[in-house]
């Protein structure tokens, strides 16, 4: 690998490791807004929802926990697939990954400028923003971003820390006032599923199901590998600790929300955009839901900030490779140590699929739409880097049946159950979406297929079996 491709080696600690996987979930974001999907299956059995989602989201973490330990690379899933089920899948697994990746920083561009920030605004003010002030909004957190991204990974890494800290002492303050002030409201009925939707089972499973999503993330940061210190062993232990931060933070939520707002109106709970920042105006006062406000927004810029680090690290390394980037996208920053003409392409990419997007279908249509696109692409991944598991530890000769076969196996079939039902419970203009990742799946399949084995080999293979002797 020429010098001018390559990374800061040993540039990012445990701490900015945990901070690069617990800022792409982005717990305050899910308390502020994202939990009403749950809520409008599962009611007041929400609370029980996440909790089997949390448990659940663990199975997730033993693939990458088990992968991270052999192999430290930038290209994250599209090197774990690669070894496990070879070159040709390693590259479809990046192309599926590429495409999410990309749409995970215009869609959040878009609720923050035209759905989070103007509700917000009209909630404190009474009054409403003015028309296409969200296209400022959206293009100001595009270019956060992509200058943070710029500036390096250890001072964007810096910032993650010190605000997602804050992030989640504020989920904490705030669901530990509800849960003290609300007194005799506070029960463990909660926590059956006998307030779900239909009062039963039923309810609690869908919910669960859509929540799952709310846990996704926590892997970005084995994209950072190759800037890791002692990578095999702080990645996997990172992400456990991240998933461990923000699910408590996001369960606790859950049940501080559900009791606040009332477990006998929970139906209109999930109707709301933004039902975490009426409660935080209900139980902290003004002044108390400003902060939430604050670090609110602050939750999306860190989320936008760590997916967008994550996919240009696995452009740098799949133009690195060369089989389906052009090289120089795989060029280092000298100064920066940042792979800069990636930044800038993954910026193209987020305005063009932002602003204009939104403009052309509408803001709402837009993010529902791409948000649809990012989970099936999501689990598509994980489904193949599941199956890769086994594969690779078979090949190493370290295979376990349990760590490798049957818990990703287990990982696999909520996997298909989620996108079973995101696909089954959403409707056209949301569907085209998954419409979307498809296609651009069956373009990528003939497009790898269609290689030529020679320009293939050794793909997805750089820095696999990194050279620190194993635990």
């Given at each position: 690998m020429a010098d001018e491709q390559a990374l800061k080696k040993d540039s990012i600690g445990f701490v900015g490791l945990v901070f690069q996987s617990l800022t792409s979930v982005a717990p305050l974001m899910d308390m502020i807004a994202l939990m009403t999907v749950t809520a409008l299956f599962a009611l007041a059995s929400m609370p029980l929802a996440f909790l089997l989602a949390f448990v659940l989201s663990f199975l997730t973490t033993n693939t990458i926990f088990q992968f991270s330990k052999k192999i430290a690379s930038s290209g994250g899933y599209y090197s774990f697939v690669g070894n496990g089920l070879g070159s040709r899948s390693g590259l479809f697994a990046g192309?599926?990954?590429?495409?999410?990746?990309?749409?995970?920083?215009?869609?959040?561009?878009?609720?923050?400028?035209?759905?989070?920030?103007?509700?917000?605004?009209?909630?404190?003010?009474?009054?409403?923003?003015?028309?296409?002030?969200?296209?400022?909004?959206?293009?100001?957190?595009?270019?956060?971003?992509?200058?943070?991204?710029?500036?390096?990974?250890?001072?964007?890494?810096?910032?993650?820390?010190?605000?997602?800290?804050?992030?989640?002492?504020v989920m904490i303050v705030f669901s530990t006032v509800v849960i003290v002030t609300s007194g005799s409201a506070n029960t463990l009925q909660v926590f059956t599923p006998t307030i779900a939707h239909g009062g039963g089972l039923s309810g609690v499973a869908l919910g669960m199901i859509f929540s799952i999503t709310s846990f996704a993330g926590s892997g970005s940061s084995v994209t950072l590998g190759e800037e890791a210190r002692l990578p095999h062993r702080t990645i996997g232990r990172a992400i456990i600790v991240s998933v461990v931060i923000s699910g408590t933070a996001i369960l606790l939520a859950a049940y501080a929300l559900t009791i606040g707002w009332g477990t006998s109106g929970m139906s209109g709970f999930g109707l709301q955009l933004i039902p975490g920042i009426i409660e935080s105006k209900t139980y902290l006062g003004w002044a108390g839901a400003l902060i939430v406000v604050i670090f609110g927004i602050n939750s999306f810029m860190n989320l936008g900030l760590s997916y967008f680090n994550a996919g240009v690290r696995s452009m740098h390394a799949m133009a690195r490779d060369g089989v389906i980037l052009p090289r120089k996208l795989a060029a280092v920053n000298e100064k920066r140590g940042t792979p800069h003409f990636a930044i800038i392409t993954e910026t193209a990419i987020a305005i063009a699929l932002s602003v204009p997007i939104a403009l052309w279908i509408g803001p709402l249509d837009a993010f529902l739409i791409e948000l649809a696109a990012v989970t099936t692409g999501y689990l598509i991944v994980h489904i193949l880097a599941n199956i890769s598991l086994g594969i690779f530890f078979r090949k190493i000769g370290e295979l376990s049946i349990l760590k490798h076969i049957i818990i990703p196996a287990s990982s696999t079939a909520v996997f298909l159950l989620t996108l079973y039902y995101s696909i089954g419970y959403n409707s056209f203009p949301i569907d085209y979406g998954v419409v979307a990742v498809f296609l651009w799946a069956v373009v990528g399949a003939i497009y790898v297929s269609t290689r030529k084995e020679e320009k293939v080999k050794g793909a997805a293979l750089h820095n696999a079996l990194h050279s620190e002797p194993q635990l």
């Open positions: 192309w599926i990954y590429l495409s999410y990746n990309a749409l995970v920083v215009p869609n959040v561009a878009i609720f923050f400028g035209a759905l989070l920030v103007p509700a917000t605004f009209e909630l404190v003010t009474g009054t409403a923003l003015p028309a296409f002030l969200w296209i400022v909004l959206s293009l100001v957190l595009i270019a956060f971003v992509s200058g943070m991204a710029y500036w390096g990974i250890r001072p964007s890494l810096k910032y993650s820390v010190v605000t997602g800290i804050i992030e989640v002492a």
